[in-house]
């Protein structure tokens, strides 16, 4: 078996190559993490559609020889991922001056469409998660700067 580098992770995750057929890490790192977490949630593709569940990696904690991986599992339905800050939204949003039915309604700041997503109970200042529609990115912002962007 031969064994793979930190500076070979990042070439083969550049060239989006598949699993990595006999090859070993020799130590594990940031980009070894993240390829790891990536394939992992690849090879569970499958439960997903046998079970209508959608996993995500997590995060999680690694040293030189170990890592431990944080995944999640969320229902799919209607074809929405129903997530954990998604149904804070629902059921916090009235403290916030939100409804529960504005989850998933788009708004413009800076001229830019955005959609909301869900809500981070823990954030101090950017409690409102959204979602950038023009890229898929997730972003975060203020209460206020969204409410005033729905009705504004």
Known sequence: MSYISAKEVKEKR???KGVFMGMEFKEINREACSLISEQVVEELKNLEK???IKFE???GNFTKTNYTMKLSASIVESGKVLTRESEAFKKNAHLYGFKSTDL???FLKNNTIYKITGLNTRGRKFKILGERM???VAMKF????V???LKG
């Open 147 to 149: 409410l005033s962007a």
């Open 142 to 145: 203020t209460v206020d700067s």
């Open 134 to 136: 023009l890229d898929g």
């Open 50 to 52: 046998k079970y209508g």
């Open 57 to 59: 990696a997590a995060g």
């Open 104 to 106: 998933g309604r788009q």
């Open 14 to 16: 550049k060239q989006k």
